[in-house]
C-alpha cells in the first residue's frame, strides 16, 4: 500500500432526530399489575423520543436519512401519544376505559403491554418498518430512547 493511503474500512453514518416533551405527546399511563406502586394508578408523562439511524451508505444529498421523509412518523407519534391514554389489553378494568372511549372522554389505546419498555419497543418496530421501507433497507434505526421526564427513559435498541 503507497505510503500516507488509508486502508478502506466499513463506516456507519449516523444521524438523530428528537421530538422532545416540546412536542406536547401528553400521555396516560396504567400499569395496572404493579400493585406495589403508584405505576398501578392513573398517570401521566409529557412523553420525548430519541430516534438513532444509521446507514452504510449517504443518499445523493449526502444525508443518512431526509428528515423530512419523517413527517408520516411524526404523525404517527401523535396519533399514539397526543392526549391519549394507554391501557393494557388483560387490564382487568378495560371495559371501564372503554366506555369512557365510547363516551368521548378519553382517546384509549389499546396495547400489548403499557409501560415506558413497552412504548420504546412499540415505536421502534413502527419506525424501523417505516425508514426501511422509505429508504428501501439502506437506513436502519439502530435505537429509541423513550423519555417519560428528566429523570426516567427506556431504550429500545437493535441487537448485535
Known sequence: MPVGKIPPVTVVHRSTKTYGQHEGLSCCFRQWQATHSHCSLLHGYALGFRFV???????????????????PARAWLHEMFDHTVLIARDDPQL????????????????????????????????????????????????????????ANSAICQRAG
Open 53 to 71: 439511524f444509521a446507514t452504510h451508505q449517504l443518499d445523493k444529498h449526502n444525508w443518512c436519512l431526509d428528515f423530512g421523509s419523517l413527517k
Open 95 to 150: 371495559g371501564t376505559f372503554e366506555q369512557l372511549s365510547a363516551q368521548g372522554l378519553i382517546a384509549l389505546r389499546v396495547l400489548d403491554i403499557v409501560g415506558c419498555e413497552a412504548v420504546a419497543s412499540l415505536a421502534f418496530n413502527y419506525v424501523q418498518d417505516f425508514v426501511a421501507e422509505q429508504t428501501g433497507g439502506r437506513v436502519w434505526l439502530e435505537s429509541v430512547e423513550v423519555s417519560e421526564h428528566g
